[in-house]
């Protein structure tokens, strides 16, 4: 088992910047990828990013390229989601996600292919 927990979200202005963290523990680690997903009110969960375990294959959903970046820490068994230039419709509950090692773009992006969840950290927005 992984056990997968969310932190760093709040209430920012439209504009504004935030970091999310992802610390895991339980079994290893190692080899994990891992995504950010998030689910606005009324809305279906939708992916954000995701990253794998060397750091260096990385997809984002397209409204959140060049406005998000995420990165991880092996030796702290951490990922982060570096949000800048937030918009309200950023606004939802944001829930990291690991899935054993690295696949296809479509599996990484769907969030069935994830076997492990955190339990959300919520990120709001005003305008």
């Known amino acids: 088992q992984v056990q997968l927990v969310e932190s760093g979200g709040g209430l920012v202005q439209a504009g504004g910047s935030l970091r999310l963290s992802c610390a895991a523990s339980g079994r290893t680690f190692s080899g994990y990828a891992m995504g950010w997903f998030r689910q606005a009110p009324g809305k279906e969960r939708e992916f954000v990013a995701a990253i794998s375990w060397s750091g260096g294959n990385t997809y984002y959903a397209d409204s959140m390229k060049g406005r998000f970046t995420i990165s991880r820490d092996n030796a702290k068994n951490t990922v982060y989601l570096q949000m800048n230039s937030l918009k309200p419709e950023d606004t939802a509950v944001y829930y990291c996600?690991?899935?054993?090692?690295?696949?296809?773009?479509?599996?990484?992006?769907?969030?069935?292919?994830?076997?492990?969840w955190g339990q959300g950290t919520q990120v709001t927005v005003s305008s």
């Open positions: 996600a690991a899935r054993p090692y690295w696949t296809s773009e479509v599996k990484i992006r769907n969030q069935d292919e994830y076997a492990y």
